[in-house]
């Protein structure tokens, strides 16, 4: 009688799902290439960082991802199960524009212009996404009147409210101060957490390293590596990247 | 700060609002007509004298329309005015030629006096306006003329026509066209002490005098006529007729000429009626 | 100085004196501005959100006629109207000709340029500093410019303080669309420009002043109005 082999206890981890995948894109405004040739498939769940020089073409990148802007090329969103929907992003910036009226009042607007129409739900999600952010208690103050960081937790919560599969960030914490981007953070890592698609673009390789599953670095409108956060911050990479790990790159 | 910023608001508030209320609100009546006239008539204030009596008589209102002879007639040819009231007879008879109004009623006359400084460099004094143009033209002097085809213009026209001057083709070397109204051209006259040819009544209500005088008076050619003509249905079906007719009516009856009669400015007579004849 | 100060005494008394025909006149002045300020402006944001939002190939050609209205002569627009209200034009049937109703017309087509330039130009500044991320919030062209006015109702409230003043200044307009027949069309600036024909200087310098102290209420009234709502307070600190 022969043994039943037995298989060694494997951690069963779901194959990736793709969310958003871009072959070859290109985007072009008048005569600047922003991005060349850009393929990358993003995931669901993963939480993938995107570093590289000012200029390389993250913020482009991003909004491509959004949908904001055209490419020659291909990007595809894939339907999400079960009901196939399109997946909803949302989008953090560097500045966070806020309408100058009160806090709760940059909220509901954008619940409406996601399509929700009760005043009742969006009231009742509007006070829940404060909540969440800790700026439950300054619902009525003039958004503008907040703080660098309670701006950027405002501008979380107006993303987080409409519950998107995707989150895009455009160097969220580069204007604030440690105590500030130390909150914002863990309100990042909370949203990624229940499941949220993340992509974040940073110059904090800490921020890369702490955030990330999976960084990709951008030169000049190409993608020229993109790797797991482990192998990105341990392998051999070639020469530029190399040295924007050091802080060595050579303004262009 | 503070206090007076709370009292200001509603102070505020309370003032504007006092002059909206209190300003009655125009109400749409029924028996009113637009009368097109000349600046110079309503000027004098014979209106604010005859409109009303005329009211009173009649329960009609009149709204003034005050521009200069030339235009008054065009609202009347246009037919955005019932009555026409001017002086310029030989425009006013052309008026009828063209159809506009049926028939012309002369209503009074006022007299045109010659304007100028006291000092009267070109010595025009005198009950002569020929003599006085005439010597004017040749000494040079500054003559302000309103050239804005009124009837004031057509008989200042006229009367240089007399002194044998041609001001179409030889204008004097002080004359000066300001395309103006009457009031005004006085009040250029009294700031660069020129002549200037104008209406009695205008001249009596003007109070930016300086150092003019009445130099010239008196003469026929001063005589100045006005007419009223009712704007012809027959060209503008919409116009209220009955209501038109009965101002010309009633301005050359009695009772409106004795009203005309009536009206005085520092106890002198400005109009003298002479309506049928 | 002294046809100044002589009118400055003027003024006053005429005030303190509550002079009947000085109320009327001031009272349809604000009527007629102000309803043509609503009309106006109403038609004149819409277009100037329209241009600030749309990508239509004539936009340029709207913006450039737009902005050369702005120097729309205000006797050129008396006369225009004119012509379209007289009983020959083509909107004579409608008999408004010679009452406020047509100073009011005359004045709203005054300040719609107006309007439609600055709220054009206000809404181009909003929309460059946030009109992105309006859009990854999912706004259309349209409805980023609609949340843009509200974001921006201080300066519109500028706006709309710039246009009441050209219209409740204006005389070329009023002045033929309405006649300045006594008690019915008579407005501020006509009534200046009647005064001083006649050779009044003091008493039109004197209604000159009252013209100005007018327009310093409202002004008065505005910033009371503003100072009262707290965003508008944060927004001044």
């Given amino acids: 009688m022969s043994a039943m082999p037995t298989a060694e206890p494997t951690m069963l981890t779901p194959p990736p799902i793709p969310l958003i995948s871009i072959d070859r894109a290109t985007v072009r405004f008048d005569d600047v290439t922003a991005l060349r040739e850009v393929s990358l498939t993003l995931h669901r769940g993963e939480r993938l960082a995107l570093v590289g020089a000012n200029g390389s073409g993250k913020t482009t990148l991003l909004r491509l991802l959004h949908g904001l802007v055209r490419c020659t090329g291909k990007r595809a969103t894939f ?7 399109k997946p909803v992003a949302a989008m953090l910036f560097q500045r966070p524009f806020l309408l100058s009226l009160s806090v709760r009042w940059n909220i509901l607007p954008a619940l409406w212009l996601h399509g929700v129409r009760s005043k009742d739900e969006r009231e009742r999600r509007c006070r829940q996404a ?3 952010v800790g700026l439950g208690h300054l619902a ?16 979380l919560a107006r993303a987080w409210v409409i519950e998107p599969d995707l989150l895009l960030l455009d160097e969220p914490t580069a204007n604030l101060d440690p105590g500030a981007k130390r909150e914002v953070e863990a309100l990042i890592e909370d949203i990624a957490r229940a499941g949220v698609t993340v992509v974040i673009s940073t110059h904090n390789l800490g921020q890369a390293k702490r955030l990330g599953t999976r960084v990709a670095y951008l030169e000049a409108g190409r993608v020229v590596v993109d790797l797991p956060v482990d192998r990105f911050f341990k392998d051999q990479l070639p020469r530029e990247a190399e040295q924007f790990l050091k802080g060595e790159l050579p303004w262009t | 700060m503070d206090l007076i910023d709370r009292i ?3 102070l505020a508030a309370a003032c504007l609002a006092a002059t909206l209320l209190i300003a009655p609100a125009v109400q749409a009546q029924e028996k009113t007509i637009v009368m097109a006239s000349t600046t110079s008539t309503e000027q004098s204030g014979l209106f604010a004298h005859l409109l009303p009596a005329f009211k009173q008589a009649t329960g009609i209102d009149v709204r003034v329309v005050a521009v200069g002879t030339g235009q008054a007639l065009d609202i009347g040819r246009r037919g955005d005015a019932g009555i026409v009231f001017v002086h310029d007879t030989a425009a006013e008879e052309k008026f009828v030629a063209e159809g506009y109004s049926v028939k012309r009623l002369p209503v009074m006359y006022n007299d045109f006096v010659l304007i100028g400084p006291a000092t009267d460099p070109a010595r025009t004094k005198g009950n002569d306006i020929a003599a006085a143009l005439s010597k004017l033209a040749s000494s040079g002097a500054s003559f302000v003329s309103r050239g804005d ?12 026509k007399q002194a044998g001057i041609d001001i179409a083709t030889q204008k004097p070397a ?3 066209e300001c395309g103006c109204g009457m ?3 006085l009040n250029i006259a009294s700031s660069t002490d020129a002549y200037v040819l104008s209406d009695r009544g205008t001249w009596l209500s003007f109070k930016n005098r300086g150092g003019l005088a009445i130099l010239v008076e008196g003469d026929k050619s001063l005589f100045n006529q006005y007419g009223v003509m009712v704007v012809n249905p027959a060209k503008h079906p919409h116009v209220k007729q009955a209501l038109a007719q009965a101002f010309a009516d009633w301005v050359v009856s009695p009772a409106g000429q004795a009203a005309i009669a009536s009206y005085k400015i520092g106890g002198e007579q400005l109009f003298f009626p002479n309506a049928g004849r | 100085m002294n046809a100044f100060t002589d009118s400055f005494w003027i003024a006053l008394r005429l005030i303190g004196d509550a002079d009947a025909e000085l109320l009327r006149i001031v009272g349809l002045s604000l009527r007629v501005s102000i309803t043509a300020c609503a009309i106006g402006g109403t038609i004149g ?16 050609a709207a913006v450039w006629a737009v902005n050369t209205l702005l120097a729309l002569p205000s006797v050129v627009v008396g006369l225009i109207v004119y012509l379209l209200l007289s009983r020959t034009g083509p909107l004579g049937s409608l008999g408004i000709l010679f009452t406020p109703g047509a100073m009011i017309a005359a004045q709203s087509l005054l300040v719609i340029p107006l309007f439609a330039a600055l709220s054009r130009r206000l809404l181009l500044d909003g929309l460059r500093e946030g009109g992105d991320q309006l859009r990854s919030l999912g706004a259309s062209p349209l409805q980023s410019a609609l949340l843009m006015l509200a974001h921006q109702r201080f300066g519109m409230l500028t706006v709309v303080l710039t246009a009441f003043g050209r219209a409740v200044s204006e005389v070329g307009a009023v002045m033929i669309v309405g006649g300045n027949i006594e008690g019915f069309t008579r407005v501020m600036t006509t009534a200046i420009a009647l005064e001083t024909s006649k050779g009044d200087l003091p008493l039109a310098l004197a209604l000159g002043i009252v013209l100005l102290g007018v327009v310093g209420l409202v002004n008065l009234l505005i910033g009371w109005m503003q100072g009262r709502t707290p965003i508008a307070r944060e927004a001044f600190a």
Avoid: I
């Fill in chain 1, 79 to 85: 339907p999400l199960a079960p009901d196939g929907r």
């Fill in chain 3, 45 to 60: 944001v819409f277009l100037g959100t329209w241009l600030a939002a749309t990508q239509v190939p004539f936009r340029r």
């Fill in chain 2, 174 to 176: 002080g004359y000066k």
């Fill in chain 1, 130 to 132: 404060l909540q969440r």
């Fill in chain 2, 149 to 160: 085809r009124s009837g004031t213009h057509a008989a200042e026209l006229r009367m240089w």
């Fill in chain 1, 140 to 155: 009525n103050r003039p958004a503008r009147s907040l703080s660098g960081g309670q701006q950027q937790r405002l501008a």
């Fill in chain 2, 183 to 185: 009031g005004p051209a």
């Fill in chain 2, 8 to 10: 200001c608001g509603p």
